[in-house]
């Protein structure tokens, strides 16, 4: 038998700040829901599994910070909040760890704050704000993780990816920090790939997390991208993702190179 449907009779719809949210009930499951903001599938969540996370970009993210994170009490500040997905992960992953999520929907905030498990202050402190500004709040050198997974509409705001951005990043963390961002491009990846090249202005190694085909161009969906001052361990990385329900292959080095045409 497959999969039942949502009723729409289920579907909620609430106003925020920026538009539109909806939350989706997942059929046959009481206690998932999907958030989605402004008509795109945001943020997955079931109540009392907060190591559960059904997207797979957000899977990739946590397999990754496993590998790189050098300390159980990580500093890790979230561009973009919606449902807080990864934040509870991290929370039930690392409990001794303190967490910021920024994000420009105010209302949104107070709604996920209402609806879901999340930790509270100081464990989780939801900020609303504009991501763009606010990381350049942050001490140099004071946050372990950065995690930028924001988007109007279905892109990432510019201001969220230009150059005055990652130098703030950079700066907000560590040496031995990590940046992590959800992009999201279509063939033939123009963005993803000036993105990229940015990224590498302000970073000493980058390198990029994604199904095969996307890179190849044969299908529209999430790339993460992985940028660090330190050298990342790839090899324990893309053992990682191979373990993962959506696996993913790690593109670096060379092939980077030539998938975003540096010489």
């Not at 079931?46 to 190591?51: A, H, L, W």
């Not at 561009?79 to 039930?92: E, S, V």
Request: proline content about 8%; glycine content about 8%; charged content about 25%.
């Amino acid at each position: 038998m497959g999969r039942k449907r949502t009723r729409t009779q289920d579907i909620r719809e609430f106003d925020i700040d920026t538009g539109t949210a909806r939350l989706e009930p997942v059929a046959g499951e009481p206690n998932s829901w999907v958030l989605w903001v402004n008509g795109v599938p945001s943020s997955p969540v079931t109540i009392g599994e907060p190591t559960r996370l059904d997207f797979e970009y957000l899977d990739w993210m946590s397999r990754i910070l496993e590998v790189q994170l050098g300390t159980d009490h990580p500093r890790m500040v979230h561009i973009g909040a919606a449902a807080c997905a990864l934040p509870r992960w991290a929370a039930a992953r690392y409990p001794q760890a303190r967490q910021t999520a920024v994000d420009i929907d105010a209302k949104l905030l107070t709604l996920v704050r209402e609806w879901f498990d999340l930790p509270r202050a100081p464990r989780l402190a939801l900020r609303p704000g504009d991501g763009a500004a606010e990381i350049a709040t942050f001490a140099p050198g004071s946050l372990d993780v950065v995690v930028r997974d924001a988007f109007a509409g279905d892109t990432t705001p510019p201001a969220l990816a230009d150059d005055a951005f990652f130098s703030a990043c950079a700066r907000a963390l560590k040496p031995t920090g990590v940046y992590l961002a959800n992009i999201a491009d279509r063939p033939p990846h123009d963005a993803l790939r000036s993105e990229v090249l940015r990224m590498r202005s302000r970073f000493t190694h980058v390198a990029l997390a994604a199904d095969p085909g996307q890179i190849r161009g044969r299908r529209w969906g999430n790339v993460v991208a992985l940028a660090t001052m330190e050298e990342p361990d790839l090899i324990a990385i893309a053992k990682a993702l191979r373990r993962g329900p959506a696996q993913a292959a790690v593109l670096t080095g060379g092939d980077l190179d030539r998938y975003c045409g540096a010489n």
